[in-house]
């Protein structure tokens, strides 16, 4: 029997924080502006887009703690369970003198009105305490989740460089990661709806008893059901705390990733596994959101339009579920039945998904179409996959986001690709067939003309870049 | 302090923000930040879920009953005017009466214990609304009969119809410019606190503290000297907060003053972007005459503006919309019409620019238009029609342009962004990529300083020395980020020579300085500026007064040196001197005064100066095209822009690429859209995109304009930099347009409509593969 904890419990500002009269809902934000009165950190959105209320996770990660910058705007107070929250309040020395990073964000003039600073100097924290040097690009990675209305950016992206050259107080108060592990006792932590399984046996029991509960990964998306529909989703159930769920297996054959896994996580892997996924995560969402959501995640929920699912449908993945009772393995497309409903009983939740390597002669690759580049929702998401022997067409898979209800195969232009020569007839052919696969609906992200004229456009490019690798057919962004 | 050469942060030095270092380490307070007083209760309000209908019912039992609820407010719980209309049209309640006019409108408010519980609050309503046809966009204001806001205006400059009939080229066309959402960090909040004797005091985020004072004693039917609004600092307005914050101040007043306890009124970002007005979409109807050189010979064009339900300020805005038809281009002869059309939408409102982005917008397109016709490159026709000498300096509205130095501006940026070499190496390289394809492009700026309306051109400031010799300084103007009290106090350190360190700059609140304009029309330092020099001054000539006659000396003989005062043979530290001063109860406090000299505007005869002088500036941007998806990005970008002598060179080179890229941004990715029910559906920033660090130009280079100063007596020389870089942003959207115009071998004009989302750049370059066919 799991023993039970009424009490969120982490490390914050030096001490160990012990919480046990909070809603399950409650976010950080409001956590620390209305209760803690520590109101540098600000609210921009509420909903996770704006970075304004970046705050640094710690968490202890191979005999180190990592600290990771998240939105605390739909951050439930209980995924504090085990970390360290460090805030812009917590980054000056005693004495008042700044970090390499705030100081060098006021040398390089880097705010203006100011409301988005703290944010962009915690994004600006995490990387700075993470690699001893970066690129522009890595800086503007680091930002991706972070607007600015007043500077255009510039100044911003010069602090990003000057702070590596400062000397200074620490850029943020770590902790050794034997403080984080004394928090762990392997208790179900229980606080006024909040429920969160410390192993997989106790997640398949609660959410056996409980099947109405609401899974929660990083919250991306269900903390939007709260701060923006009011929705009660308890009891919630969190599983960031269940290892098994976190596991990365990197095999031979196959890369098996866990369900709690981050895309921060699973990016270096599904980059061994699939070099073109690398383009693709490094524009979903932003640092903060990929640090907290996950792919199964993102998998579970879902949606016609997340980034994961078409890639990993192309590449032939499979998706494991599980019930207190027993284990189950399907592909991954079937996973996804209409609009809002998948192949899910009850009290039954998803534990990994397995992706096959790809064998010499696939060829894949994955492009994603946005209004803006960086941390905006696809307009639509192709990827294409095909094992070509002698110029011939083996194998193909095609599977877009944004086409339709689901995330979907586009299984007539397949079957007009499979076992025909990949040439220009047969690609004409494949586009032509993606009018019978989807009929693309009109809305604020793209006309259902533009989805389906890209689709074929998408087709073109990956036939381009199979078939002449030299042609630039895509912006080179550098 | 010692005998140095040189105060420190004095003008033309680039010092950093005066909140820099509060904005890293989370110190510096915005409205939402200020410790919650004791009971403090917090308002949501109830938004109506129709475009256009009547009110049949309004049952509010079940907010009342939810958890935490401490009142409700309707109309009728207004005690005096249920009206917020900035113009005194009475065309915009608090609340909705009646008649629902736009999806978003406000209908009533809860207020209750905590924040959480106000919004749940608000959702229990139970609102009977039976629709009304619904016009959303102008197409439908048209169709219906084309009803106005406010009054339209028609600049008129010689006979257009005859320069037009007897031109040997003419061409028309139509374009559409898409609005913008101001996308403030911080978003609108307002907090009120109830004070003894019908008082209230109430901190808002506000960039006119002035007529949020009006506007609350309107509503609450009191004299204006019941009411005190402060503001220390916005996170960001960018005119958004110009009129917008009457209705959330309103709303918070008449809670706190009806419960008697202090209330704050914070909306989610959705409530914000859904309830409060943006920058106008507009279609333009232009035809241009000109000859085989590339002259325009006559100008016809017409802005239909999406004004939405009510007046707002779109009589400004869309008066300034053709006072910027013209950008830097001679128009021999010209009529400008505005048709300031009623929707069924927001009332759009101020945004950076006000209007003239889309006067700018429409004068580049008809030069556009004229190169693809004639087969020259548009800088060539840029360059043949800017104003040029006496004969060439004529403005639609009668005014001269006399500071003109666009020529001198493109011609110094075409050579620095090495424009022509560039263009004919980019054309070679286009000839040889079948997908991506390059566009560059050269764009002038030029931008009229004041507010149209003469009498918003004032500003007061007061200024105290105390008798330790360190100074406070208060005025009018409101800081949004725009480094406007940072430049004010380098103002108020040079005239007493002291450190800017020694002047304390404190929140902007109306029972300090009275009858303030809004901080908007690019005139912050313009006239914060030159009215808190005028106070330092007046306490400067008591101090040489005191000085002369205390030392025996005559007053040319007392001069103020950085720290210390030079009296005859003597030097005196500044702190010293105002001892000795206070001592001999010289009055050590003073208000200044300014207003804008020179200006005059007869709308009637739509002739006038009603610019005091103009800005201007160029940019070149270099962009990359996937035609096979209308994916982009933008390369480099030139900029080299002209801010007189400069107040704080670090300040305004954060002004103009700060500019740019929100320009960048409305001409590009930003994109509101509105369903077929009337609601704005891209609301947030999920949906609603902003330009992000990555969309930044890869290689951007920012020079101000060297050996520019102001011809007119402004503050040092220097000029107003707040609004115009947003309108280099053109040279993105025509770089787009140069690239898009590869695909038919520039043989015809893309038509390129803003916002060039990549859908609406793909929907170009097939327009264009088609013509060319």
Sequence with gaps: ?478 | MSRTEKIRGGVAEAMAHDSARLHVTGAARYCDDIQAPAGLAHACLGLAEAAHGRIVSLDLAAVKAAPGVLGVLTASDIPGANDISPTGRHDEPVFATGEVLFHGQPLFAVVAETRDAARRAARLAEVEIVPLPAILDLDAARAAGGKLVTAPLTLTLGDVDAAIAAAPRRLAGRMAIGGQDHFYLEGHIALALPGEDGEVAVFSSTQHPSEVQHMVAHVLGLPSNRVTVEVRRMGGAFGGKETQSNLFAAVAALAAVTLDRPVKLRPDRDDDMVATGKRHDMEVDYEVGFDAAGNVLGVEMTFAARCGFSADLSGPVTDRTLFHADNCYHWPAARLTSEPLMTHTVSNTAFRGFGGPQGMLAAERVIEEVAFALGEDPLTIRTRNVYGDAARAVTPYHQRVEDNIAPRLMAALAERADYWARRAALRRANADSAVIKRGLALTPVKFGISFTATHFNQAGALVHVYADGSVRLNHGGTEMGQGLYMKVAQVVAEEFQIDVDRVRITATTTDKVPNTSATAASSGSDLNGMAARNAARAIRDRLTDFAAESHGVARDQVSFLPGRVRVGNAEIAFDELVRQAYMARVQLSATGFYKTPKIHWDRVAGRGRPFYYFSYGAAAAEVAVDTATGEYQVERVDILHDVGRSLNPAIDRGQIEGGFVQGMGWLTTEELWWDDAGRLRTHAPSTYKIPLASDRPRVFNVHLAEDSENREETIYRSKAVGEPPLMLAMSVLHALSDAVASVADYSLCPRLDPPATPERVLAAVDRLREAAR
Excluded at chain 1, 44 to 61: I, M, N, S
């Design chain 1, 1 to 478: 029997m799991t023993s039970t904890r009424g009490a969120i419990r982490f490390l914050h500002r030096g001490r160990v924080r012990e919480l046990a009269a909070e809603s399950a809902t409650r976010t950080v934000l409001d956590w620390l502006r209305e209760t803690e009165g520590l109101t540098g950190t600000k609210e921009g959105c509420a909903e996770g887009d704006c970075g304004a209320c970046t705050v640094l996770l710690g968490r202890a990660e191979a005999g180190a703690v990592r600290y990771e910058a998240v939105n605390a705007c739909i951050a439930f107070l209980g995924m504090l369970e085990g970390r360290h929250l460090v805030t812009v309040e917590d980054l000056a020395a005693s004495d008042g003198t700044l970090t390499p990073v705030q100081q060098a964000m006021v040398e390089c003039h880097a705010s203006q009105c100011g409301f988005c600073t703290p944010g962009f100097v915690m994004a600006l924290s995490a990387l700075r305490h993470a690699s001893a040097s970066a690129s522009a690009r890595d800086v503007e990675v680091a930002l991706q989740g972070n607007l600015c209305r007043c500077t255009g950016y510039q100044p911003i992206v010069e602090a990003g460089a000057r702070m590596y050259e400062l000397t200074g107080p620490p850029v943020l108060p770590a902790v050794e990661p034997g403080e984080l592990d004394a928090l762990e006792d392997g208790a179900t932590v229980r606080v006024g709806g909040f429920v969160q399984p410390a192993s997989l046996d106790a997640l398949a029991d609660i959410l056996q008893a409980t099947p109405e509960a609401t899974i929660v990964a990083g919250a991306t998306d269900v903390g939007l059901w709260v701060t923006k529909g009011l929705r009660d989703i308890t009891p919630m159930v969190h599983i960031g705390r269940v290892a098994a769920l976190r596991e990365i297996d990197e095999g031979p054959e196959r890369l098996r990733l866990g369900a709690g896994v981050s895309y921060t996580q699973a990016w270096p892997a599904l980059v061994r596994l699939a070099p073109g996924l690398d383009a693709l995560l490094a524009r979903i969402g932003g640092a903060q959101v990929r640090n907290a959501g996950t792919i199964g995640g993102n998998i579970a929920n879902g949606s016609p339009i997340g980034d994961m699912p078409p890639p990993l449908i192309a590449l032939g993945a499979r998706l494991e579920l599980r019930s207190r009772g027993e284990v189950r393995e399907l592909p991954l497309e079937d996973f996804f039945l209409d609009y809002g409903r998948q192949d899910l009983a009850p009290g039954e939740f998803v534990t990994a998904v397995t992706i096959p390597r790809p064998k010499p002669g696939t060829h894949f690759a994955v492009y994603k179409i946005s209004k803006r580049r960086d941390e905006d929702i696809s307009a639509l998401c192709g990827a294409f996959r095909i094992d070509l022997v002698d110029g011939v067409v083996v194998e193909a898979r095609i599977a877009f986001g944004g086409m339709a209800a689901t995330p979907k195969r586009a299984a007539v232009a397949e079957a007009a690709m499979r076992g025909r020569t990949w040439d220009e007839t047969v690609l004409d052919a494949a586009i032509a067939a993606l009018a019978m696969d989807y009929a693309p609906i009109d809305d604020w992200r793209a006309s259902g003309a533009y989805r389906s004229r890209i689709a074929g456009n998408l087709l073109r490019r990956f036939f381009a870049e199979t078939t002449e690798p030299a042609m630039p057919v895509r912006l080179a962004h550098v």
